[in-house]
């Protein structure tokens, strides 16, 4: 029997990254199929084009069927932006024959999500934190505990119902049905932790294109999350404006010479480039395109500390940060992330892969394997994450032109 395939698509403010996988006996992904286009029509996280952004998916997603030979029919999705917001929730139910079953740990779970929400909100996410029973705290799995009065500790994660309807739209019109959305940090933190780091207590942080989304892990659990409206972009812009570049320009000078620390860039390090104006190249100094960088960075980190603070755990954090996502390739971010928190602090990426994975050993693709690892743990449990059919792949991007022809009609009308 041909084992089921496990497909993400990672929908960032700067790319999308469609991976299809399998789970071989040796418990090690098998990368199959693989798509990452240019992500246009989105910003910081939310859709503000859905023709373009629906193009852009669906290119993605024709890749990774090209790829790996077969139809794309169902997928999880990752999903950020400023919108996401969390709170802390407890179901209390008595204890029907005094030994705690799955029946009860059902119930406790309905109890911690039958909280008023507004009506533009809806649950992304019913994390359990720890279980009571009988007063009796911190314990992970209650099955069998004798008791008789079962509380339940859970974080609940929201997102704005109309920003998630509005990548759903996006995803299903391509021909591919969300079977589940999941916030970004969730995703990098099933593929960048380690088990002691879980427990001790430790923050993930993904500073993607457009934001910057958080994750607080204490004792084996999710505790916090949060979504800050900073990314790599910013200090895109930052150098366009200070240098009189394009974006596209911009970016590409951060990626090959930029270095977050200016007193680690040694003195006579330039670099050439043509702005806004000038017929000839203009020679600049690393040393100030590293000024320009900095100040940005440390104006980031100290956002993320300011919201750590605020949520409580920020003397429960003996692991430190694990930093990943695309601007954590940037030279000197580490020191100055430990610097800003007062923190250890490491940089992770994706690791034990088979197959097309070459592209994926990189910060910028912890949320899209995380997607996978997401998607094999909700398979576990019997959900239809994906399907393995071994045909050719359909005119994809002949049905998303007829969708979008149906945009531009509903848009004149």
């Given at each position: 029997m041909e084992k089921p395939s496990i497909v993400g698509i990672d929908v960032g403010t700067t790319k999308v990254c469609t991976l299809v996988a399998e789970l071989n006996d040796d418990l090690i992904f098998e990368i199959r199929g693989i798509g990452i286009e240019p992500m246009h029509g989105m910003k910081k996280g939310m859709i503000n084009d859905l023709t373009v952004a629906t193009e852009c998916i669906a290119r993605s997603i024709a890749k990774a069927q090209r790829s790996s030979g077969q139809e794309i029919r169902t997928a999880i999705v990752s999903l950020a932006g400023s919108h996401i917001s969390s709170f802390n929730s407890r179901g209390v139910v008595g204890v029907s024959n005094g030994i705690i079953n799955q029946a009860d740990i059902k119930r406790a779970c309905e109890a911690a999500q039958a909280v008023a929400i507004p009506h533009n909100r809806e649950i992304i996410h019913m994390i359990q934190r720890s279980f009571i029973v009988d007063e009796q705290e911190g314990i992970a799995d209650p099955i069998n505990y004798h008791g008789y009065r079962l509380e339940l500790d859970a974080v609940i994660i929201t997102a704005a119902a109309t920003t998630v309807e509005n990548l759903r739209k996006c995803v299903e019109a391509t021909g591919v049905k969300v079977i589940n959305f999941v916030l970004n940090p969730l995703a990098s933190g099933q593929v960048v932790l380690t088990p002691s780091e879980r427990e001790m207590g430790?923050?993930?942080?993904?500073?993607?294109?457009?934001?910057?989304?958080?994750?607080?892990?204490?004792?084996?659990?999710?505790?916090?999350?949060?979504?800050?409206?900073?990314?790599?972009?910013?200090?895109?812009?930052?150098?366009?404006?200070?240098?009189?570049?394009?974006?596209?320009?911009?970016?590409?000078?951060?990626?090959?010479?930029?270095?977050?620390?200016?007193?680690?860039?040694?003195?006579?390090?330039?670099?050439?480039?043509?702005?806004?104006?000038?017929?000839?190249?203009?020679?600049?100094?690393?040393?100030?395109?590293?000024?320009?960088?900095?100040?940005?960075?440390?104006?980031?980190?100290?956002?993320?500390?300011?919201?750590?603070?605020?949520?409580?755990?920020?003397?429960?954090?003996?692991?430190?940060?694990?930093?990943?996502?695309?601007?954590?390739?940037?030279?000197?971010?580490?020191?100055?992330?430990?610097?800003?928190?007062?923190?250890?602090?490491?940089?992770?990426?994706?690791?034990?892969?088979?197959?097309?994975?070459?592209?994926?050993?990189?910060?910028?693709?912890?949320?899209?394997?995380?997607?996978?690892?997401?998607?094999?743990?909700?398979?576990?449990?019997?959900?239809?994450?994906?399907?393995?059919?071994?045909?050719?792949?359909?005119?994809?991007?002949?049905?998303?032109?007829?969708?979008?022809?149906?945009?531009?009609?509903?848009?004149?009308?």
């Open positions: 430790v923050i993930v942080c993904d500073i993607g294109g457009g934001t910057s989304d958080l994750a607080i892990y204490i004792n084996n659990s999710v505790w916090y999350t949060s979504v800050i409206n900073l990314g790599g972009n910013m200090i895109t812009s930052d150098i366009a404006k200070g240098l009189h570049l394009t974006l596209e320009k911009a970016e590409e000078i951060k990626l090959k010479h930029g270095h977050s620390i200016k007193d680690e860039v040694a003195e006579g390090e330039t670099f050439t480039v043509h702005p806004f104006g000038e017929e000839a190249a203009v020679r600049y100094s690393r040393k100030d395109l590293a000024l320009i960088i900095e100040a940005r960075v440390e104006e980031i980190f100290q956002f993320i500390e300011e919201d750590i603070r605020r949520s409580g755990y920020d003397r429960l954090l003996p692991a430190g940060m694990v930093l990943t996502g695309g601007t954590a390739k940037l030279s000197g971010i580490r020191t100055i992330a430990s610097r800003v928190l007062n923190l250890p602090v490491r940089i992770a990426q994706p690791d034990n892969l088979n197959g097309l994975a070459d592209q994926l050993y990189s910060p910028a693709f912890s949320t899209s394997v995380g997607l996978l690892h997401w998607a094999n743990l909700l398979n576990k449990t019997d959900m239809p994450i994906g399907e393995k059919t071994p045909i050719w792949p359909k005119d994809i991007l002949g049905r998303i032109k007829r969708v979008l022809d149906n945009f531009n009609v509903e848009k004149k009308e």
